[in-house]
């Protein structure tokens, strides 16, 4: 006999992660945010009691992300975001099963994917879906679904071919579908008759349904007798005699089943920047969380995979994202001057000028300021400091010069933590401490002065006049020549 799992427990279930889970905070009363809640409620209500798997939020595109940068930290967010989906459904939902949207495992993967999710509340993957196409050489016979791959990891390997089958909302009649895959199955079991075998179908991330139409299916395909849904999850361990059997390398190259990925090292990088970034700012806002639902929620959405079926707008909105979180970055910023600040004296107080063009208070950001040179001294660095919304504040901060001449001053914002957020400035500064040059000199003279005074005094030599002996007589002797000198011209 066979079992083949019921497609709605794997697509069903992973298809709606990114859809239900909650942004979180307070919803707002927008016909938008209702509507949502109208659509979780009511997925709550139609998936409860099944078993379900959550895709990372998003749907993020674990197949381009652990190929190029497996440690990126935004995506790592979203792998752990995931958990929010089922806090929303109120059941449990799990996200150890990694699905890569283009069903390969391609050398280098399985580790990648075990690297991801390594710092996450997941740990490391129950299992890995993957195209049975890609982990199976040509043989004879169609292996069971229950794979492992080289390092250990469980692989849950769908048929290709039956998922194909699955009734679509174009098809003229789900009937000739069910037919299908009802005869091809019993291929299947023909091949080794009497030996229990797993199959897994899965259908694709965009598939559209008839409702009435899939129903039919499923009641057609769990009443065939050689045919025993189960749960897929129960194809991560052996039972019985159907053991998981180790990868080999296809034959020939397989194609992936998604389009080419958009994401790079490069993008991801940027993307992981621009979410400390915001998270940085979002640090000092007095209402952080709404900033960062505001900006993060779009640029969370960049790494899904479904941007593989429109490259051109993915970079449509990574340019309009891109801009904006440079644009609420830079609302920060450290006023620049357009003139050089005279330092007349050792110590003074510069001023410098701080503006926030957000629309949201900051709180507790610190200004740090580095001179270029140790002609200044910064005296002490200012304490945190709190700019309302779209204004700007003074803040006073003490220096010494030390030297006199031209120096250059980096200001520039930082969290609690060290971060640097916001626009720096440089601030010219002229040091010219005249007064202290003044007093020093002018000291020194009057020392020099009462110096030599001192000494003149203690170690004087003999005057003319001492060397006279008869002082009085010689006065008397020039009184009478002066009084015969005044008598001659009268």
Not at 141 to 168: E, Q
Not at 302 to 310: G, K, P, T, V
């Amino acid at each position: 006999s066979s079992g083949t799992p019921a497609p709605t427990g794997t697509t069903g279930s992973t298809g709606t992660a990114p859809t239900s889970t909650p942004t979180g905070g307070q919803p707002t009363q927008s016909p938008a945010t209702q509507a949502i809640a109208r659509l979780g409620d009511a997925l709550r209500s139609q998936l409860a009691g099944h078993d379900l798997w959550a895709l990372p939020y998003a749907d993020a595109d674990i197949a381009a992300t652990v190929g190029t940068a497996p440690a990126n930290a935004l995506v790592r967010d979203l792998v752990t975001r995931a958990a929010g989906l089922g806090q929303r459904l109120e059941q449990p939902v799990r996200s150890d099963i990694v699905w890569p949207v283009d069903g390969l495992l391609p050398a280098g993967r399985e580790q990648g994917i075990r690297t991801l999710l390594s710092t996450t509340p997941v740990k490391k993957p129950a299992g890995i879906v993957v195209n049975a196409a890609a982990v199976t050489k040509a043989t004879a016979y169609t292996p069971t679904a229950r794979r492992v791959a080289t390092g250990g990891t469980r692989l849950l390997a769908y048929d290709p071919r039956l998922s194909a089958l699955l009734p679509r909302r174009s098809d003229p009649s789900p009937v000739l579908s069910t037919q299908r895959y009802l005869a091809e199955t019993l291929v299947l079991l023909g091949e080794r008759a009497g030996t229990q075998r797993s199959v897994l179908v899965t259908a694709p991330r965009s598939y559209d349904p008839d409702g009435a139409g899939l129903a039919s299916f499923l009641a057609a395909t769990a009443s065939a007798p050689w045919l025993e849904p189960v749960d897929a999850a129960s194809l991560l361990t052996d039972d019985g005699s159907d053991k998981a059997e180790v990868q080999t390398r296809p034959t020939s190259a397989v194609a992936s089943a998604a389009a080419r990925p958009v994401l790079d090292a490069g993008r991801l990088r940027q993307m992981a920047e621009q979410r400390d970034t915001l998270l940085s700012v979002s640090s000092v806002l007095r209402d952080g969380a709404q900033f960062e639902r505001t900006y993060r929620d779009v640029l969370d959405e960049l790494a899904s995979a479904r941007w593989r079926d429109r490259p051109g707008s993915w970079g449509s909105l990574a340019s309009s994202v891109a801009r904006d979180v440079r644009a609420a970055t830079s609302a920060i910023r450290v006023v620049p001057r357009t003139s050089t600040i005279n330092l007349l004296a050792e110590n003074g107080t510069l001023r410098i000028t701080l503006e926030n063009g957000l629309d949201y208070t900051v709180e507790g950001i610190r200004l740090r300021l580095v001179p270029d040179n140790p002609r200044i001294r910064v005296v002490a660095q200012p304490d945190p400091i709190s700019i309302g919304p779209g204004s700007r504040t003074n803040v006073p901060v003490e220096v010494a010069a030390v030297a006199a001449g031209r120096a250059q001053i980096r200001a520039f914002l930082t969290t609690a933590d060290g971060t640097m957020i916001g626009s720096p400035a440089t601030i010219p500064v002229s040091a010219n401490p005249l007064d202290g040059a003044i007093y020093w000199v002018g000291g020194v003279l009057a020392g020099l002065v009462l110096l030599a005074g001192v000494l003149r005094a203690v170690f004087r030599g003999t005057s003319r006049v001492d060397e006279i002996a008869d002082i009085e007589a010689v006065t008397a002797a020039h009184q009478t020549l002066g009084d015969a000198d005044d008598r001659d011209r009268h």
